[in-house]
């Protein structure tokens, strides 16, 4: 998998540094990037074949420092090491090379478009994303494949990816009570699937469905006992008035 040419002795991810000691230039770095890992978290909640880091060191070469995207996800990994999790990504341990890498434009340019491109394309990540919202002219998402060695741009939004079996994409909504454009997942339709806030929201408006239904079926039982009752009251009123009048209302078959 990897082309570089490895020392004998590869630390583990417990001996290298967890961080580049690097702030983040603004906080969408670290917003967009955690809610596509918080949908997943919902999606495949069942999964434990992925992992999605956040500001996560991303380790090709023992003697070299890592690559640090805002984001990426990496399929056919065990989802958890144990309850300490990853203090960053191995390649040499995972064997596994990112399939998606995300990285967020800030004011502070970090040349998304050129270096990390070429180094994200050397490293043979499928699909690398960038995301700038303060572009004009240009959209504001871009999407690149890697085909036969080099990188093509994507075209749409959403672009399906149908390695990862979702779509990504950008669109306005809230976020931490934030309202503006951010990036989510989408299924193959182009649907865009929901926050953990919208999926509470959802089953919240379930549940009141359901309770206003079981409500309406009560008040619907509630009525038909009413009618059933005031039917067995006018039978008794008239079998009373017929024994009155000397009818035995048992003998008028």
């Given at each position: 998998?990897?082309?570089y040419?490895?020392?004998?002795?590869l630390?583990s991810?417990?001996?290298?540094?967890?961080?580049?000691?690097?702030?983040?230039?603004?906080?969408?770095?670290e917003?967009?990037?955690?809610?596509?890992?918080?949908?997943l978290?919902?999606?495949?909640?069942?999964?434990?074949?992925?992992?999605?880091g956040?500001?996560?060191?991303?380790?090709?070469?023992?003697?070299?420092?890592p690559?640090?995207?805002?984001?990426?996800?990496?399929?056919g990994?065990?989802?958890?090491?144990d309850e300490?999790?990853?203090?960053?990504?191995?390649?040499?341990?995972?064997?596994?090379?990112?399939?998606?890498?995300l990285?967020?434009?800030?004011?502070?340019?970090?040349?998304?478009?050129?270096?990390?491109?070429?180094?994200?394309?050397?490293?043979?990540?499928?699909?690398?994303?960038?995301?700038?919202?303060?572009?004009?002219?240009?959209?504001?998402?871009?999407?690149?494949?890697?085909?036969?060695?080099?990188?093509?741009?994507?075209?749409?939004?959403?672009?399906?990816?149908?390695?990862?079996?979702?779509?990504?994409?950008?669109e306005?909504?809230?976020?931490?009570?934030?309202?503006?454009?951010w990036?989510?997942?989408?299924?193959e339709?182009?649907?865009?699937?929901?926050?953990?806030?919208?999926?509470?929201k959802?089953?919240?408006?379930?549940?009141?469905?359901?309770t206003?239904?079981?409500?309406?079926?009560?008040?619907?039982?509630?009525?038909?006992?009413?009618?059933?009752?005031?039917?067995?009251?006018?039978?008794?009123?008239?079998t009373?008035?017929?024994?009155?009048?000397?009818?035995?209302?048992?003998?008028?078959?």
């Amino acid at each position: 998998m990897l082309e570089y040419n490895l020392p004998r002795y590869l630390p583990s991810a417990e001996e290298l540094p967890d961080s580049d000691e690097t702030p983040v230039d603004n906080e969408l770095q670290e917003l967009i990037p955690g809610l596509l890992k918080a949908i997943l978290l919902i999606l495949w909640a069942e999964r434990m074949d992925w992992l999605f880091g956040i500001d996560m060191g991303i380790y090709y070469h023992p003697d070299k420092p890592p690559i640090v995207p805002d984001g990426f996800l990496s399929l056919g990994v065990e989802r958890f090491y144990d309850e300490e999790l990853r203090p960053s990504y191995v390649l040499w341990d995972e064997n596994v090379v990112p399939i998606f890498v995300l990285e967020v434009v800030s004011q502070n340019y970090r040349k998304e478009y050129t270096t990390k491109l070429d180094e994200y394309e050397a490293l043979g990540v499928l699909y690398y994303v960038i995301y700038s919202s303060r572009r004009r002219r240009k959209p504001h998402l871009e999407v690149h494949k890697l085909v036969n060695g080099k990188y093509e741009l994507q075209e749409g939004n959403p672009v399906w990816l149908p390695e990862i079996g979702l779509g990504i994409g950008c669109e306005r909504g809230n976020y931490c009570g934030v309202t503006r454009e951010w990036m989510y997942w989408y299924d193959e339709q182009g649907q865009r699937y929901l926050t953990p806030a919208e999926q509470v929201k959802q089953e919240a408006q379930r549940a009141q469905q359901e309770t206003q239904r079981a409500q309406q079926e009560t008040q619907r039982a509630q009525q038909e006992a009413q009618r059933a009752q005031r039917a067995e009251q006018r039978v008794q009123q008239l079998t009373e008035q017929l024994r009155a009048l000397g009818i035995n209302p048992d003998n008028l078959d």
